[in-house]
């Protein structure tokens, strides 16, 4: 039922955000070099890599980390990388993702492919076992402010109480935390 979910909103999200999608795909192309679309590698279900796509929002000489160990990440933004990124701007392709499989509507973020302290927590809490999400539980109780253990901890619990319920809830609420930008620090 939920991949069924996630393929007819996936669907509908495609039609009605195909504007926004190609005004954001110009602004990229006008304000930085580089491609449109940046491919993230990605640990997805049973820590199995993908490539998740996003609209590129740093300077393409950006090293392969999360943001926050970057020790000057404003240094590496686009001229609209901050703007794409407080909005969530340039989460929109992740639409593919979800289309494809890799993703879900809601699950845990997925892991960058270093974060090896985040997927080895997250494969003790048997964490790795479920699709990961454009959203879940840890982005609307904290997002990018959370300490690993406490983000695998709100993963856990989305593992142990998932419900299309549960979901919708999650949805509702990234909703309002992303108009709100909420818990986003860069």
Not at 96 to 113: E, Q
């Amino acid at each position: 039922m939920k991949r069924l979910t996630d393929l007819t909103i996936a669907f509908i999200a495609s039609v009605v955000l195909f504007l926004p999608f190609v005004l954001v795909a110009l602004m990229v192309r006008f304000t930085s070099k580089g491609p449109i679309i940046y491919w993230s590698d990605r640990v997805g279900r049973n820590n199995q890599l993908f490539k998740m796509p996003k609209f590129r929002s740093m300077l393409i000489d950006t090293p392969a980390v999360a943001t926050h160990l970057l020790s000057n990440p404003d240094q590496y933004l686009t001229p609209i990388g901050s703007f794409l990124r407080k909005s969530s701007l340039d989460e929109l392709p992740q639409l593919w993702s979800i289309i494809k499989g890799d993703m879900s509507f809601v699950g845990p973020r997925p892991a960058l492919f270093n974060q090896e302290d985040l997927i080895a927590l997250r494969t003790e809490k048997l964490v790795h076992t479920i699709v990961p999400g454009l959203t879940g539980w840890a982005q609307i109780n904290g997002r990018d402010e959370l300490p690993i253990p406490q983000k695998v901890e709100l993963d856990s619990y989305y593992l142990q109480n998932q419900s299309l319920f549960l979901d919708f809830k999650i949805l509702f609420l990234t909703f309002f935390k992303v108009i709100k930008r909420d818990g986003i620090t860069h």
